[in-house]
């Protein structure tokens, strides 16, 4: 497992708009370089996530993509910022990824192209003018 530790910081991932404190960030970027531990309900969870929005995975027979890892951590840790809601936690893993093209593809998928009268599970607005934050 690489050291997730060493190729991410906290300040990126504010700037990418980051809202985990930094204690949950810490701790969630540690876990992932010596758990290869991964559940199937929130591995099923990141995927379909992943799919709605156009984010492609990748997962070979020895590796887990990052995305899948870090989302089954966050999901332990339960940061109390994401409100326990699925959506944001994928979110703010795109953003310590510092995945700008994934975070705007979910964006797209959930904020832009949703159906009219229905709220955004990420910012939760109903609006269409806002800005997704
Ligand atoms: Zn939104």
Known sequence: ?????EKYNYQR???????INEKDYTSALTRSKDSATFNESTTKQA??????????????????????????ILHDIKPKETLDSDWRLFR?????????DSLSK???ACHTNRRPGTYCPLCGQIEFSEDCP
Do not use: C, P, W
């Open 1 to 5: 497992m690489q050291n997730f530790s």
């Open 106 to 108: 979910l964006k797209i």
């Open 47 to 72: 995927e379909n996530i992943a799919k709605f929005a156009g984010i492609e995975l990748h997962n070979t027979e020895d590796a887990i993509d990052e995305k899948i890892i870090l989302y089954g």
């Open 13 to 19: 991932y504010l700037e990418l708009g980051g809202i």
């Open 92 to 100: 703010e893993v795109l953003r310590m990824l510092e995945d700008t």
